[in-house]
T-cell receptor
Framework: NAGVTQTPKFQVLKTGQSMTLQCAQD?????MSWYRQDPGMGLRLIHY???????DQGEVPNGYNVSRSTTEDFPLRLLSAAPSQTSVYFC??????????FGSGTRLTVV | GQQLNQSPQSMFIQEGEDVSMNCTSSSIFNTWLWYKQEPGEGPVLLIA?????ELTSNGRLTAQFGITRKDSFLNISASIPSDVGIYFCAGMTGTASKLTFGTGTRLQVTL
């Protein structure tokens, strides 16, 4: 039972490059979300999805796109990376009782 | 957006000591959660609180849901080296709502 799987674990991008952070869960959870973690700021919600085909913005959505074509996958896209997007990104899914399961994170550096 | 203030920001304690940390909010939550994050990993749920005034234990950890529903406390008794990590509080207004995180308390335990 893998839970929430994120890839890659580490990534370095040049300013202006694009990339997709992958997130997959095998628990059949409807709700999935993306957070970024920066020093001294806790985890902040970027985008979330309450089910396949439905996405919405969180607290800090600018510069990021998401889609949810299947229940299992919820990729996060950076269309034109900026140094301000250097962060650790966490994907999480939630069960029907409100319990969250987090992936192990993707550490992104934009130079 | 909602803000969760967590204190202290960091703690350096000796093995065997007890630890207390708290979290306060500018608005009401119906669920309080406490997570622990170890280096290179995502947050892992420690304790969930669902009722105002509730006191819940998980081994050496005890957490309380404040009566006003705007605060929560976490205590760790007889700390050990593996308690090292960052502890986050998080609040939800309901099991179907988004999670708002505190800024974290970094705990270091010395022998």
């Amino acid at each position: 039972n893998a839970g929430v799987t994120q890839t890659p674990k580490f990534q370095v991008l040049k300013t202006g490059q694009s990339m997709t952070l992958q997130c997959a869960q095998d628990m059949n959870h409807e709700y999935m979300s993306w957070y970024r973690q920066d020093p001294g700021m806790g985890l902040r919600l970027i985008h979330y999805s309450v089910g396949a085909g439905i996405t919405d913005q969180g607290e800090v959505p600018n510069g990021y796109n998401v889609s949810r074509s299947t229940t299992e996958d919820f990729p996060l896209r950076l269309l034109s990376a900026a140094p301000s997007q250097t962060s650790v990104y966490f994907c999480a899914s939630r069960d029907s009782t409100g319990g969250y399961t987090f992936g192990s994170g993707t550490r992104l550096t934009v130079v | 957006g909602q803000q969760l203030n967590q204190s202290p920001q960091s703690m350096f304690i000796q093995e065997g000591e007890d630890v207390s940390m708290n979290c306060t909010s500018s608005s009401i939550f119906n669920t309080w959660l406490w997570y622990k994050q170890e280096p290179g990993e995502g947050p892992v749920l420690l304790i969930a609180l669902y009722k105002a005034g509730e006191l819940t234990s998980n081994g050496r950890l005890t957490a309380q849901f404040g009566i006003t529903r705007k605060d929560s406390f976490l205590n760790i008794s007889a700390s050990i080296p593996s308690d090292v990590g960052i502890y986050f509080c998080a609040g939800m207004t309901g099991t179907a709502s988004k999670l708002t995180f505190g800024t974290g308390t970094r705990l270091q335990v010395t022998l």
